[in-house]
């Protein structure tokens, strides 16, 4: 299945006992529709809580049906009771496969918006913050009043493009990015590869300026993606030399980088599958 949803009503992918999840929400879809689990429920990324997704995948078993009736279903299910997802396509496997086994390739996006006063800041971040706009944590969380703003990262300094592409293109390539995962990171391989990093700034406001961050490669390791947006932009307002990355990558360590960016600017855009099964 194919799916995209708002990370702002959900605390991540995997499911998790009493709290709202988008694996919990794939699982929901398959049980009304079908009145059983789906077994052997997997996904493709399993992003954190907060992150947006515009295409995730999901593989399982389940009984033998009409494609049709697959998807007549799952609709009925989300017009009666949504449930966070959004474009939700379900196609049967020609030969048995594994979510995780599906990516060629990922691309995600970062979106930062620069020209805010310390009060504006304080009162997004009350509307917008996954955490924030969560009620109850055993409760859905309702869809933000403008989903742009709840997509996006607002700060207050402005950023050099200039000093950010230099830093960026240290990045690219084949490296040992430890340095660039969070500490509780389980992956035992932290060699990665960067295929691409692109920066770009655009007016979007008297006074504000959005910069767009799309980082694509074959995998990443946990909160990398965001840690590397967080370094950037240290370059961006002149914390840290564009030219510093490499002496940062050799540290190999979490503490030598820059901050996590949040969770809300983030938007997992396209896994690339090695099969096209959806006629992407």
């Known amino acids: 299945m194919r799916f995209g949803y708002d990370g702002g009503r959900f605390h991540g992918v995997p499911p998790q006992p009493d709290l709202p999840t988008v694996g919990g929400a794939v699982r929901d879809r398959f049980w009304s529709a079908f009145d059983q689990k789906p077994r052997n429920l997997a996904f493709t990324s399993r992003t954190d809580g907060g992150v947006h997704a515009r295409g995730n995948f999901s593989t399982c078993w389940i009984p033998e049906i009409p494609l049709p009736e697959l998807n007549a279903a799952m609709a009925a299910f989300a017009?009666?009771?949504?449930?966070?997802?959004?474009?939700?396509?379900?196609?049967?496997?020609?030969?048995?496969?594994?979510?995780?086994?599906?990516?060629?390739?990922?691309?995600?996006?970062?979106?930062?918006?620069?020209?805010?006063?310390?009060?504006a800041l304080d009162e997004i971040v009350a509307r917008v913050s996954?955490?924030?706009?969560?009620?109850?944590?055993?409760?859905?969380a309702p869809p933000p009043a403008d989903p742009v703003e709840a997509s996006t990262w607002q700060i207050f300094p402005a950023i050099d493009l200039a000093r950010m592409q230099r830093a960026a293109a240290h990045l690219i390539g084949e490296h040992d990015f430890n340095a660039l995962r969070m500490k509780r990171c389980s992956a035992n391989i932290t060699v990665k590869s960067i295929d691409e990093i692109t920066i770009t700034a655009a007016p979007s406001a008297p006074g504000r300026v959005r910069y767009t961050i799309d980082v694509r490669g074959k995998s990443f390791l946990r909160k990398m993606v965001r840690i590397i947006v967080g370094t950037l932009v240290e370059?961006?307002?002149?914390?840290?030399?564009?030219?510093?990355?490499?002496?940062?990558?050799?540290?190999?360590?979490?503490?030598?980088?820059?901050?996590?960016?949040?969770?809300?600017?983030?938007?997992?855009q396209e896994i690339v599958l090695l099969e096209d099964w959806f006629g992407q």
């Not at 396509?89 to 310390?118: C, D, Q």
């Not at 002149?238 to 050799?250: T, V, Y």
Request: positive net charge; proline residues 8%; charged residues 30%.
């Open 130 to 140: 996954w955490r924030g706009r969560t009620l109850e944590r055993k409760r859905l």
């Open 235 to 268: 370059v961006g307002v002149g914390l840290r030399e564009p030219d510093s990355m490499p002496a940062l990558i050799a540290t190999r360590d979490r503490r030598y980088a820059g901050i996590t960016a949040p969770s809300r600017g983030l938007i997992l």
């Open 79 to 119: 017009a009666d009771q949504p449930d966070g997802l959004r474009d939700v396509a379900a196609v049967l496997s020609p030969k048995p496969t594994h979510a995780r086994a599906l990516a060629a390739g990922k691309h995600y996006r970062y979106t930062i918006e620069t020209g805010f006063s310390p009060e």
